[in-house]
């Protein structure tokens, strides 16, 4: 049984399609420039070479029917037709307080999606065309919506709710609700099988730390507190975005730079974070390590604050569970940089944590990095949102 993952933007769309008969991957691609000028998809069979089709995609519509004919052709294809694809998973950014699990798309489902619009103005858009480009060129083909929402909608009110008039909440559905979920919920739960923790009680922290990074605190794979807000703006510091600042920055800077609030947020969101403090280095964690080696002292502060803030939502969730099982890393630098573990876990020694550096002197595998004698477990363990979408999907539409 094959699922067809699919991972829409405004202008992209990515894919893979995984045999779930042993979650294989059989072929991945992305398509780019969907309405622009100079659209190109870019195919790559299991086991084979990248392969570039430029075709012009006005549309979604186009470029899934172009992923289409590249899974199907008899040359470089891994399908005979798509008849051998069961389902379509799709990811969606925001499923508003609708949806606290993946579910099978119908009407319903769609409006809900659109509904979520003013919450996720760049992707829930997006997502709803991706959908829509696939029920219109596999008709009756069961899709499925996997949230990156709903992992945290298991977080309790006094946890979700900014300390803002109510009415807000009331009137606009203002409060927190956390973003990365099915990368949480996938590693949280991987480290409770790899880790043979128990599956209703143990308490994990997952730091999902990539361009954009996020940690959260789960029991029992249930999310307690998540780091990112309504946005994905709030919590650590980031590749671009500035993470948690005092709200009267804002009126501040626009005052003083002559900034409208739009401009303000573009700031926050692409011009903060390490490449902010770092002094217009890079967003790129390999450019600011390399700078910081170097001895640029604003990219060495740059990588301090952001370990900082990660050890200090981890010293937080510790707090908000009274305890903590295992610690998981994911993504692309929790997933690459040793150095980076090593200097969070550094803050944790009051916990009991201990790294053992030969164990932790790896990337991108599945394994402890901690030492035996270590209080909390703690594990490099790569996220796979794919295969979590994937899951969810045959759960819902295998037949
Ligand atoms: P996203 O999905 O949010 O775009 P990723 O999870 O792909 O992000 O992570 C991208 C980040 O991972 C980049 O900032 C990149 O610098 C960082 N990264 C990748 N490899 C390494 C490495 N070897 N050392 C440090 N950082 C790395």
Redesign the pocket.
Known sequence: MNILVMNCGSSSLKYQLIDMENERVLAKGLCERIGIEGSLLTHTPAGGEKMKFPAPMPSHKEAIRMVLDALINPNHGVIKSAEEISAIGHRVVHGGTYYSESVLIDESVKQAIRDCFDLAPLHNPANLMGIEACEAAMPGKPNVAVFDTAFGMSMAEKVYLYALPYEYYEKYKLRRYGFHGTSHGFVSSEAIKFGGLDPKNAKVIVCHL????SVSASIGGKCVDTSMGLTPLEGLIM?TRSGDLDPAILQFICKHENLSIDEMLNVLNKKSGVLGLSGGVS?????I?DAANAGNQRAAVALQAYTYRVAKYIGAYVAAMNGVDAIAFT???GE??AT?RKNICSYLGYLGVEIDDERNHV?GELRLISADSSKVKVFLLPTNEELAIARDTLRLAGK
């Open positions: 990539g361009n954009g990074a590749g967003s790129d964690f390999r450019d390590d993504a692309g630098v690459n940089d980076m990337r």
